[in-house]
């Protein structure tokens, strides 16, 4: 029965037995399993993120949530969303209380 060949990288000569090329080459690979290698890139990658999260919401609000034109129109739309208004009058000589109820609505109240 044959078993899968598992391929390994070739082991790097050491001291004076390896080329130049064979040093950076290992200088390089062992700088960048360093950065990429364990928790710090995923330190980097949710540093980057938190930013740019917080940067897009301070945008947003600046821009979009409070425009001046998103104010006004949120402004008129809650002061003509008021359903009705209830206002008592009481007469201080007489001491009678009156009562009137102003009821806003798009159909006809009976």
Same mark, same amino acid.
């Given at each position: 029965?044959? =078993? =899968?060949?598992?391929?390994?990288?070739? #082991?790097?000569?050491? *001291?004076?037995?390896?080329?130049?090329? %064979?040093?950076?080459? %290992?200088?390089?690979?062992?700088?960048?399993?360093?950065?990429? *290698?364990?928790?710090?890139?995923?330190?980097?990658?949710?540093?980057? =993120? =938190?930013?740019?999260?917080?940067?897009?919401?301070?945008?947003?609000?600046?821009?979009?949530?409070?425009?001046? +034109?998103?104010?006004?129109?949120?402004?008129?739309?809650?002061?003509?969303? +008021? #359903?009705?208004? @209830?206002? %008592?009058?009481?007469?201080?000589?007489?001491?009678?209380?009156? @009562?009137?109820?102003?009821?806003?609505?798009?159909?006809?109240?009976?």
């Amino acid at each position: 029965m044959n =078993a =899968a060949k598992i391929p390994h990288r070739r #082991p790097v000569r050491s *001291g004076n037995n390896s080329t130049v090329g %064979e040093k950076i080459s %290992e200088n390089i690979r062992t700088f960048v399993a360093q950065i990429f *290698g364990g928790r710090r890139i995923i330190v980097i990658v949710g540093a980057i =993120a =938190a930013i740019v999260v917080i940067t897009a919401g301070v945008v947003w609000y600046l821009n979009v949530y409070s425009s001046p +034109t998103r104010t006004f129109w949120g402004m008129i739309g809650n002061n003509l969303s +008021t #359903p009705s208004v @209830t206002r %008592e009058a009481t007469d201080s000589s007489t001491g009678t209380v009156e @009562t009137t109820q102003l009821s806003f609505s798009s159909q006809p109240l009976v």
